[in-house]
């Protein structure tokens, strides 16, 4: 039965590697055009596992902000796996294992959580780690081969790769104006607060990502309907 599920896992989970390498290899030469070593980039994505988060610590590290506003920003952008990890738990067959549900949280990520929600039945450790280890085994990879292959690309494109985020954060935008939009007016206000803030005031980078982030959200709670919120997820 275990070997069963462990097979499954890493089915479910092997398109989500595809994606995530094709992804990576772009995040391993912006670490390296970044002045990373090959170490430090991979463990970057060794010890993250969050694609939108490491982007944007990329980005920010790159404007000059401070390793506090790194910090505090990568959370915020990432505290919605707090609540998918939370869902996943309800749903597991055994909710006794303490370093099971540590692997889970650790590993719960937006494809991972969508795939596994599909589900029809009571989810096994054995699934959602394999499930998992699958995916993070295509970020990191990718991680790793893509800063590799900035050894022989011309110093163009490797720097080429630091507008990869903003490609990144358009397809999110696209993708949520086409289901609602209202996402329009968040990142309208977001957008405005974070021009003013660096702009007008000079407040730096990171903090103004923080402030703009934690405006637009309370924003948001006030214009989206509890059944947009689900009709989202």
């Known amino acids: 039965m275990e070997k069963s599920a462990i097979r499954e896992g890493i089915k479910d989970g092997s398109p989500i590697f595809l994606g995530y390498f094709t992804t ?5 030469l912006l670490t390296r ?15 993250n596992f969050a694609g939108s988060g490491q982007f944007l610590m990329m980005n920010l590290y790159n404007g000059g902000a401070f390793l506090l506003e790194i910090v505090l920003s990568v959370f915020f952008i990432n505290a919605r796996y707090i609540f ?3 869902s996943l738990n309800q749903r597991l067959k055994d909710r006794k294992s303490i370093i099971g549900r540590f692997f889970v949280g650790a590993g719960t990520v937006d494809e991972a959580f969508a795939v596994a929600s599909f589900k029809g039945e009571k989810l096994s450790y054995s699934y959602l780690i394999a499930l998992m280890l699958t995916s ?16 022989i690309l011309p110093e163009i494109v490797q720097k080429a790769a630091l507008i990869t985020i903003y490609a990144m954060f358009a397809s999110l935008f696209g993708n949520e104006v086409s289901r609602n939009v209202k996402a329009v007016a968040v990142v309208g206000v977001s957008a405005a607060l974070n021009s003013l803030f660096i702009l007008g005031l000079g407040l730096s980078t990171g903090l103004s990502f923080i402030i703009s982030m934690i405006v637009s959200v309370v924003f948001a709670c006030f214009i989206y309907t509890d059944e947009e919120v689900f009709d989202n997820e």
């Open 33 to 47: 055009s970044s002045g990373f070593t090959f170490v430090e980039g991979v463990l970057t994505s060794l010890t």
């Open 24 to 28: 990576a290899l772009a995040f391993g």
């Open 84 to 86: 998918m990890s939370a």
């Open 136 to 151: 993070y085994s295509g970020w990191v990879s990718g991680t790793a081969i893509g800063y590799l292959v900035g050894n």
